[in-house]
């Protein structure tokens, strides 16, 4: 039997899952990050990962892909020398290191005013950042890397290959399936790497890698994916229409359609998906509020008291603080918590339900700029363990609202190792 391995490199840590043939989990590991050198941990977790696997699982591992955090990005080394090969040149640059702040014109000198790269963490910034701060690093360059193309060539040796989910950031075209004329004209294109599908076998693991880890020497690499869209592969959602609301600390909407859609203002835009396409936007609304006024225990112990059929008359937008991104884009948007009643239950309800609004609205946006209309929704995060908050949101929604049937990261990137491209995307 075959088996293929995910691999999910997050914010927290990594993880590794095992997957048979019929998509079962048959073995899973993982381990948190701790302090000192990110590229020594990275690569200590990728040994300690693939190294632990049983035998008996190790044996039958015939494919492998990874993922990374996107825009979290390696300046790296040419074929100097075989060993030197892919060696870093300055430490990595995370997915929430916003010093390309410190290039902002430049990069609008050199991307579209309205491209998605316009932001201060995108990977072309951290690129121009390199180019600028540290021009020797630059200049000795020959690829720029993201987290989980450095790690897959660890084990396949090919370096400067990456997919087009983490090329995004860096201004890659997923619609014309190329690197952009303006990007091709300008001076450090030479740096940005090949770009392929998502799960594209790369190579069979290199022989010092299979020794290493003790895998097949006929064990697959394919390219990766980012970790926010393995977990969105995981979740069994597959056609136009089906979406994944992640309710995390905040609210984050993902829908499958049939065609891209864009709303940069917003932070809307579409990833790829094989011939199909992946929106989404952000609200600053979710978990982050409840945990605000309620633990856990009174979360559990009041949404027991809720009857989800009930329409609260509070007119709740549930934020921490002013400003909201999405589905409405006003960056001073006051929080509306007022009036609160007495019982702490109604106000929870209230609470619920304005959450459910704004999910709702947020689908509602999308479909209004293009995007396939909702016809199901699957639930990742700690909030889809509550129960009455999925029956108010179905009810809000108006489509049918299920649990994933996986949330981990790890588990779609073992699916698309096992896929080996995004055909099952296709119409």
């Not at 540290?134 to 040796?157: I, K, N, S, T, V």
Request: hydrophobic fraction near 40%; charge should be negative.
């Amino acid at each position: 039997m075959t088996i293929y391995l995910g691999l999910d490199f997050g914010t927290s840590g990594a993880r590794l899952m095992a997957l048979d043939e019929a998509g079962d989990v048959v073995y899973t590991a993982q381990t948190l990050w701790g302090r000192g050198d990110l590229l020594l941990q990275w690569r200590g977790a990728l040994g300690q990962l693939l190294g632990g696997i049983p035998r008996k699982v190790a044996n039958g591992v015939g494919a492998i892909a990874l993922n990374g955090t996107s825009a979290t990005v390696l300046l790296c080394e040419g074929y100097a020398s075989a060993d030197r090969t892919g060696q870093p040149l300055a430490p990595p640059l995370l997915y929430n290191d916003d010093r390309g702040q410190a290039v902002a014109a430049q990069l609008r000198s050199l991307a579209p005013a309205d491209h998605w790269v316009q932001s201060a963490t995108s990977s072309l910034a951290k690129l121009l950042w390199w180019a600028t701060y540290e021009p020797q690093a630059y200049q000795q360059a020959a690829f720029l890397l993201h987290q989980a193309d450095w790690l897959a060539a660890q084990l396949h040796g090919r370096w400067g290959i990456t997919d087009y989910h983490n090329a995004l950031k860096l201004g890659y075209d997923v619609e014309n399936l190329a690197y952009p004329r303006w990007l091709q004209d300008w001076s450090g294109f030479d740096l940005c790497p090949e770009v392929v599908e998502p799960g594209t076998p790369l190579g069979t693991i290199t022989p010092a890698a299979a020794a290493e880890f003790g895998l097949p020497r006929n064990c697959v690499i394919c390219a990766g994916t980012t970790d926010s869209i393995a977990a969105f592969l995981a979740s069994g959602a597959s056609t136009p229409g089906q979406a994944v609301t992640s309710l995390g600390s905040t609210l984050v909407l993902k829908l499958l359609s049939d065609r891209p859609v864009t709303d940069l203002n917003a932070g809307v835009y579409s990833h790829r998906l094989g011939e199909l396409w992946l929106t989404g936007g952000a609200s600053n609304t979710g978990g982050a509020v409840l945990a605000h006024f309620f633990t856990p225990a009174e979360l559990a112990a009041l949404s027991e008291q809720i009857d989800p059929q009930w329409p609260s008359p509070y007119d709740y937008y549930p934020l921490l603080k002013p400003g909201d991104r999405f589905p409405l884009n006003d960056p001073h948007l006051p929080p509306r918590l007022e009036p609160r009643p007495a019982d702490p239950a109604a106000f929870l309800a209230g609470l619920l339900q304005g959450m459910a609004r704004i999910e709702a609205q947020g689908y509602q946006r999308l479909a209004a700029l293009g995007a396939t209309p909702l016809t199901a929704v699957f639930t990742a995060g700690g909030g889809a363990k509550n129960q009455v908050w999925g029956e108010i949101r179905q009810r809000a929604l108006a489509v049918p609202v299920a649990p994933s049937s996986q949330t981990e990261a790890a588990y779609g990137t073992a699916r698309l190792a096992q896929w080996q491209g995004l055909g099952r995307f296709q119409p």
